[in-house]
């Protein structure tokens, strides 16, 4: 199996702010990394695929990149609706994995 | 409500089997990956197994022996069994859509909870 570790897994940040959560691969995946937002009693988000292309509808503020075993999602000024866990997930085989996530809170 | 919708029953017994329909409410369900993931309370995702376009399937290595994902296209349902369950199992379950195997999940369903207790 990939194994996928995202770092950190919980992250204090107030509006306004930048930043940054990384997902690192235990072997390459090339570009076949997805993101995903979830919040409590909702429908998961898409965010971002194959590394760096946003999802319809996704604010231009969320931002990937990365190949091979390391990735990153960006999230450029912090919204209120931004706090939430995100996760990241890859689909470079047919046996999919997912990271541990990462809790965004307000500070 | 949205595109994906789960149901089945919210409480299944110890060493039961563990039954989940999604229903997808438009279009045809044919032409896409189907997937399932669960979550247990308070830990992360574990994707548990997708039936292709063409009905082959592929499943966590953890849950092959007990989980089978099946399709009906004529009522537009992709089903989840889990069979021999314990309280192990008992996790919020999603279904969700990938437009290929390489592509991302690009639909998600609200999920349902399944609770494994006596």
């Known amino acids: 199996d990939i194994q996928l570790t995202q770092s950190p897994s919980s992250l204090s940040a107030s509006v306004g702010d930048r930043v940054t959560i990384t997902c690192r691969a235990s072997q390459s995946i090339n570009i076949y990394l997805n993101w995903y937002q979830f919040k409590p009693g909702k429908a998961p988000k898409p965010l971002i695929h194959a590394a760096t292309n946003l999802h319809g509808g996704v604010p231009s503020r969320f931002s990937g990149s990365g190949s091979g075993t390391e990735f990153t999602l960006s999230i450029s000024s912090l919204q209120p609706e931004d706090f939430a866990i995100y996760y990241c997930q890859h689909s470079s085989t047919t046996l999919y994995t997912f990271g541990q996530g990462t809790k965004l809170e307000i500070k | 409500q949205g595109l994906l919708q789960e149901s089945g029953p919210g409480l299944v017994k110890p060493s039961e089997t563990l039954s989940l329909t999604c229903t997808v409410s438009?279009?045809?369900?044919?032409?896409?990956?189907w997937n399932w993931i669960r979550q247990p309370p308070g830990k992360g995702l574990e994707w548990m197994g997708h039936?292709?376009?063409?009905?082959?399937?592929d499943y966590s290595p953890s849950l092959k022996s007990r989980v089978t994902i099946s399709r009906d296209t004529s009522k537009s349902q992709i089903s989840l069994e889990l069979t021999s369950v314990t309280a192990a199992d008992t996790a919020l379950y999603y279904c969700?859509?990938?437009?290929?195997?390489?592509?991302?999940?690009?639909?998600w369903g609200q999920g349902t909870l399944v609770t494994v207790s006596s």
């Open positions: 969700a859509r990938g437009q290929s195997q390489y592509s991302s999940l690009d639909y």
């Open positions: 438009s279009g045809s369900i044919r032409g896409y990956y």
């Open positions: 039936i292709s376009y063409s009905g082959s399937t």
